[in-house]
């Protein structure tokens, strides 16, 4: 994909069938291989946990019509097994679900006063970019905007937006950003894609921290769907010990130095640094806050790729065309389509079961 062509696109579509002819041209490639500082953000309900069932389920909605994607693998023996791959129309299917999660936050989030915006990575951000070049060149040409990596710097430069650095721009307005599975309470894994390190100092960097994904990574609690595990960005030269001691003092199940898939060895992320895939059971994960201290105090470690009580808001784009948006008040809404006022289906104290 030619990041360029962003700004080739027509007028805004007025609805995503509008918009299907154009999927081809946004395609790329799935991020395989986020009033100041965020550390007090939500504190009133950090310690708060909705309660759960935790048991896999079907495509069927949930009890309060929440199209939770059903987890994707299993367990054989000692080793994991996973589905395969979406078949054409579902692929169409999960790229339309994808921009219209973007669309939609995007129209809620990034107001015309906002001028210092985080772009994020992954497959979900090129829709972003297209939603904010459809706001005009009036709004964006005093905007400057901060990438999270490479690819989000390409998507910037690429459609004549202005580039920004965190080191300019200490605190930002909106941070929009993929992520790879969201839980419930909006504990997020990231780094799917080795920008873990700056999605979350860019992240904390901002005022509002909104993720957007696919229906596929919306889950009841994190590990359900995401099972390559929680990426660590390391010091090189620390991973073999690194890797010890997840597995010697976390209770890490399998630690794995992430290889290139075009290139002979490890992956080496924007700041020189290796990754490791770090396993863990669902016991870990049932409390993701005490998870990521523990392996934050890792000497060596340079950032863990679990964002806890950070999220204002999450979009899933769902597949059958509707917005399910998960607020860190605890509310749920549904939207049907862009433009459109998004209907409240849970309030912010109303017990949720999934």
Same mark, same amino acid.
């Given at each position: 994909?030619?990041?360029?062509?962003?700004?080739d696109l027509p007028e805004p579509f007025e609805t995503l069938d509008d918009a299907a002819p154009k999927m081809d041209e946004l395609k790329v490639e799935d991020d395989d291989p986020t009033v100041g500082p965020r550390s007090r953000r939500h504190s009133s309900i950090s310690g708060r946990r909705r309660k759960l069932s935790t048991t896999a389920g079907?495509?069927?909605?949930?009890?309060?019509?929440?199209?939770?994607?059903?987890?994707?693998?299993?367990?054989?023996?000692?080793?994991?097994?996973?589905?395969?791959?979406?078949?054409?129309?579902?692929?169409?299917?999960?790229?339309?679900?994808?921009?219209?999660?973007?669309?939609?936050?995007? =129209?809620? *989030?990034?107001?015309?006063?906002?001028?210092? @915006?985080?772009?994020?990575s992954g497959s979900t951000v090129p829709f972003v970019v297209e939603r904010i070049l459809q706001q005009g060149d009036d709004v964006n040409k005093k905007r400057k905007f901060i990438p999270t990596s490479f690819q989000a710097k390409e998507l910037i430069v690429g459609n004549g937006l202005t580039l920004g650095d965190v080191d300019q721009y200490p605190? @930002?307005?909106? =941070?929009?950003?993929?992520? =790879?599975?969201?839980?419930?309470?909006?504990?997020?894994?990231?780094?799917?894609?080795?920008?873990?390190?700056?999605?979350? /100092?860019?992240?904390?960097?901002?005022?509002?921290?909104?993720?957007?994904?696919? *229906?596929?990574?919306? +889950?009841?609690?994190?590990?359900?769907?995401?099972?390559? &595990? @929680?990426?660590?960005?390391?010091?090189?030269?620390? *991973?073999?010990?690194? @890797?010890?001691?997840?597995?010697?003092?976390?209770?890490?199940? +399998?630690?794995?130095?992430?290889? &290139?898939?075009?290139?002979?060895?490890?992956?080496?992320?924007?700041?020189?640094?290796?990754?490791?895939?770090?396993?863990?059971?669902?016991?870990?994960?049932?409390?993701?806050?005490?998870?990521?201290?523990?392996?934050?105090?890792?000497?060596?470690?340079?950032? /863990?790729?679990?964002?806890?009580?950070?999220?204002?808001?999450? *979009?899933?784009?769902? /597949?059958?065309?509707?917005?399910?948006?998960?607020?860190?008040? &605890?509310?749920?809404?549904?939207?049907?389509?862009?433009?459109?006022?998004?209907?409240?289906?849970?309030?912010?104290? =109303?017990?949720?079961?999934?």
């Amino acid at each position: 994909m030619s990041f360029s062509k962003l700004r080739d696109l027509p007028e805004p579509f007025e609805t995503l069938d509008d918009a299907a002819p154009k999927m081809d041209e946004l395609k790329v490639e799935d991020d395989d291989p986020t009033v100041g500082p965020r550390s007090r953000r939500h504190s009133s309900i950090s310690g708060r946990r909705r309660k759960l069932s935790t048991t896999a389920g079907s495509n069927s909605n949930n009890e309060v019509g929440l199209p939770l994607e059903p987890v994707r693998s299993k367990m054989i023996g000692d080793k994991r097994e996973y589905a395969v791959e979406p078949d054409a129309d579902e692929a169409v299917m999960i790229e339309k679900s994808k921009r219209l999660a973007a669309w939609a936050a995007v =129209d809620h *989030y990034i107001k015309p006063e906002h001028n210092v @915006i985080a772009i994020g990575s992954g497959s979900t951000v090129p829709f972003v970019v297209e939603r904010i070049l459809q706001q005009g060149d009036d709004v964006n040409k005093k905007r400057k905007f901060i990438p999270t990596s490479f690819q989000a710097k390409e998507l910037i430069v690429g459609n004549g937006l202005t580039l920004g650095d965190v080191d300019q721009y200490p605190i @930002i307005d909106v =941070d929009i950003d993929g992520a =790879d599975e969201v839980d419930v309470n909006l504990n997020a894994i990231k780094g799917g894609g080795a920008c873990h390190l700056r999605e979350k /100092v860019l992240a904390e960097a901002s005022r509002k921290f909104v993720i957007v994904a696919d *229906y596929r990574k919306n +889950s009841a609690v994190l590990g359900s769907s995401w099972t390559q &595990g @929680i990426p660590v960005e390391v010091a090189p030269f620390a *991973y073999a010990k690194v @890797i010890v001691n997840l597995e010697r003092i976390t209770g890490c199940q +399998s630690a794995k130095l992430r290889m &290139g898939k075009a290139k002979a060895g490890p992956v080496v992320t924007d700041n020189g640094c290796f990754v490791i895939d770090a396993q863990f059971d669902e016991q870990r994960f049932s409390d993701p806050e005490l998870l990521l201290s523990k392996i934050k105090m890792l000497t060596g470690i340079m950032e /863990v790729g679990l964002f806890c009580d950070m999220t204002d808001a999450a *979009y899933f784009g769902n /597949v059958d065309g509707t917005v399910t948006i998960r607020n860190a008040d &605890g509310s749920i809404y549904t939207l049907k389509q862009p433009g459109e006022e998004p209907v409240l289906i849970k309030g912010p104290e =109303d017990e949720e079961s999934v």
